[in-house]
């Protein structure tokens, strides 16, 4: 079953915060991250493996609610470089990744 | 350089033919992948892949087909192409519990 990502879009000035949030109504064995700008392929940006893990990338950070099978990735001081699209995936059972929807977000000076 | 490549890049085909999108990692990864993305950028999972098991996502037609001719290598031939079969094809791969690496996509036009 897909995970559900909010927002779809967001719109950020340079510096500026974002929280991007993914849940699931299956429980979940891990969360990816992934950022994907136009044109190219899906990147690897962290994954989460266990119940309140939190994790960092640079500025980019994610922390995972086994109980509520809920994840959020956080975006501090934005840069222009972070905009692209954002998919999160779920790991259920089996070795499958599913991926949400996606949230699009854009950076401007 | 290590990675997961993927050939051709574009593929223009008419509906009814056959055809085939190739994929190889050098990363020593243990499972291999197909998704499918389309005009709305949803990934679908379409087959997941390794020596000893093939998953593939029910909800896939069957005009669809993975080969693997060898750890390193899943390549796509899908029978009978559809113009809902229009879309970009990305093959990944990983082991255990670490995140995919992707291919750069193969763009797929039926016309």
């Known amino acids: 079953q897909q995970p559900v990502q909010s927002p779809q879009a967001v719109i950020l000035r340079e510096g500026e915060d974002a929280v991007i949030n993914c849940s699931s109504s299956?429980?979940?064995?891990?969360v990816h991250w992934y950022r994907q700008k136009h044109g190219e392929a899906p990147v690897f940006l962290m994954i989460l493996l266990k119940g309140g893990e939190q994790k960092g990338h640079e500025k980019i950070s994610a922390s995972f609610n086994e109980k509520k099978q809920q994840s959020s990735l956080y975006l501090t001081a934005s840069q222009l470089s972070y905009s692209g699209t954002y998919f999160c995936?779920?790991?259920?059972?089996?070795?499958?990744?599913?991926f949400g929807g996606g949230t699009r977000l854009m950076v401007k000076p | 350089d290590t990675a997961v490549s993927q050939t051709p890049k574009y593929l223009v085909t008419q509906m009814g033919n056959d055809k085939s999108i190739k994929c190889e990692q050098n990363?020593?990864?243990?499972?291999m992948y197909w998704y499918k993305q389309d005009s709305k950028k949803f990934l679908k999972i379409m087959f997941s892949y390794n020596n000893k098991e093939l998953i593939i996502n029910e909800t896939v037609p069957n005009r669809f087909s993975p080969k693997s001719p060898d750890k390193a290598h899943l390549n796509l031939h899908i029978n009978s192409l559809e113009l809902g079969d229009s879309a970009v094809y990305f093959c990944a791969s990983n082991s255990g519990r670490y995140g995919y690496t992707f291919g750069s996509g193969t763009r797929l036009t039926v016309v």
């Open positions: 995936g779920t790991e259920h059972a089996g070795n499958m990744l599913t």
């Open positions: 990363l020593g990864h243990d499972t």
């Open positions: 299956k429980a979940l064995y891990s």
